[in-house]
Every structure is written in structure tokens, then in C-alpha cells.
């Protein structure tokens, strides 16, 4: 079984200032992990994703996520958060189960960036 | 390439009405999904197909079918609507080779059942 864990429903940063969102996983295969981006009454976008290459990755918009093994982490940050940012993130673990491209979606973390 | 399309946008039904959810992708993948988003519970997998002609469940299928002729189409129906099912359905679809598993995302349908 796998699940992913989004500790934090509401995060609000100023504008300028660094953006951390936390996700936790667990999962019994060698996970991909993925933070996708969805804007208000958008769909979703994919922000950057984690393949079992190197564990710190960078994405799209300046975001970049590490992943730790040993803490089963994979929480995302962006150094200065810009207006356009304020959205909702998803952290999602997939895994290959028999062709099923299982996908476990965390409840979301909604960022909030202020003037 | 238009990615993954759905329509309608908008659907209001009232309960005990049929419909169909479109999806159309244009990237020629074997993998099309479709989930369900409700407030504070991300996304959940209604239906998948990995192939036309073959479709299996996800996590909430009750209440819904779907089938798959083409490559490039995965309907979603519902048969007999009810306010439990008010949601936004969102289409995905991905190759079925390589070793992860990115898939693209469709706009989305929002669907509100009085």
C-alpha cells in the first residue's frame, strides 16, 4: 500500500520570502514522486518529479523538491515566493502495479503569497 | 498538439439524469484515466484503460462506466446521477513505456447534481 501525507493544508508566505511545503510517503515499491500545481479553476500542472536519478530535483517556476530516503520526504521549496505562485500544490506517489499507473494524490496544500 | 481535452467545462444534472464526460487526447497514449476531486481529498481514480478495448476500476468506481474504442477518446458516463456525485472530474492520460509516470491532465468538467 502507499499514501502520501500533505502536513500542511494552508501554508501563507509574504511575497519575496522562501516557500516550503511538506509531503511525506510511504510506499512498498521504489516510488516516482511527483508535485503537481493546480491554479484556481485550472487543471493541473506538473511542477517536477523524481525518478530515481538525483535526489535533489528542480522544476518548472524556480520550485525544486529533494527527496530523503531515510526520512521518506520529498517536500517542496522555492527560495522567493512570487504572487503568481499562490495556488494549490500536490504531492503524488505513483507506482506500476500489473499496467495499473496507480497514482496516490495527497489532500493538497494551499499556498497563499502576500503583497 | 491540444493535450488532453474534456467537455463539457460546466454540467449541471439533476439526480437521476445520464450523461457522458468527454476526453480526448491527441499525443497517441496508450493510458487514459479517469479521477474525481472533492475538497481536501486530492484526486481519486474513478476508471483506467491502458489500451482501446480495455478498462479495469479504480479506487471509486461505483456509479460510473466507461469504454474504450479508440486511442484517442475515454467517455466517462454517468447512468443515474446522484448529488454524491457532484465533483471535478479531471482526465489524464500518459504512455504506458518508459520508467515513470508523468500524466497530463485534462481542464476538467465541473459537475453539480441537485
Known amino acids: 500500500a502507499q499514501s502520501v501525507t500533505q502536513l500542511d493544508s494552508h501554508v501563507s508566505v509574504s511575497e519575496g520570502t522562501p516557500v516550503l511545503l511538506r509531503c511525506n510517503y510511504s510506499?512498498?515499491?521504489?516510488?516516482?514522486l511527483f508535485w503537481y500545481v493546480q491554479h484556481p479553476n485550472k487543471g493541473l500542472q506538473l511542477l517536477l518529479k523524481?525518478?530515481?536519478?538525483?535526489?535533489l530535483v528542480k522544476g518548472i517556476n524556480g520550485f525544486e523538491a529533494e527527496f530523503k530516503k531515510s526520512e521518506t520526504s520529498f517536500h517542496l521549496t522555492k527560495p522567493s515566493a512570487h504572487m503568481s505562485d499562490a495556488a494549490e500544490y500536490f504531492c503524488?506517489?505513483?507506482?506500476?502495479?500489473?499496467?495499473?499507473?496507480?497514482?496516490?494524490f495527497g489532500s493538497g496544500t494551499r499556498l497563499q503569497v502576500q503583497p | 498538439n491540444a493535450g488532453v481535452t474534456q467537455t463539457p467545462k460546466f454540467q449541471v444534472l439533476k439526480t437521476g439524469q445520464s450523461m457522458t464526460l468527454q476526453c480526448a487526447q491527441d499525443?497517441?497514449?496508450?493510458?487514459m484515466s479517469w479521477y474525481r476531486q472533492d475538497p481536501g481529498m486530492g484526486l481519486r481514480l474513478i476508471h483506467y484503460?491502458?489500451?482501446?478495448?480495455?478498462?479495469d476500476q479504480g479506487e471509486v468506481p461505483n456509479g460510473y462506466n466507461v469504454s474504450r474504442s479508440t486511442t484517442e477518446d475515454f467517455p466517462l458516463r454517468l447512468l443515474s446521477a446522484a448529488p454524491s456525485q457532484t465533483s471535478v472530474y479531471f482526465c489524464?492520460?500518459?504512455?504506458?513505456?518508459?520508467?515513470?509516470?508523468?500524466?497530463?491532465f485534462g481542464p476538467g468538467t465541473r459537475l453539480t447534481v441537485l
Open positions: 503524488v506517489v505513483s507506482f506500476m502495479d500489473t499496467g495499473r499507473r496507480a497514482l496516490t
Open positions: 510506499s512498498s515499491y521504489s516510488p516516482s
Open positions: 499525443m497517441n497514449h496508450e493510458y
Open positions: 484503460s491502458v489500451g482501446a478495448g480495455i478498462t
Open positions: 523524481y525518478t530515481s536519478a538525483a535526489t
Open positions: 489524464a492520460s500518459s504512455r504506458t513505456s518508459g520508467d515513470y509516470n508523468e500524466q497530463f
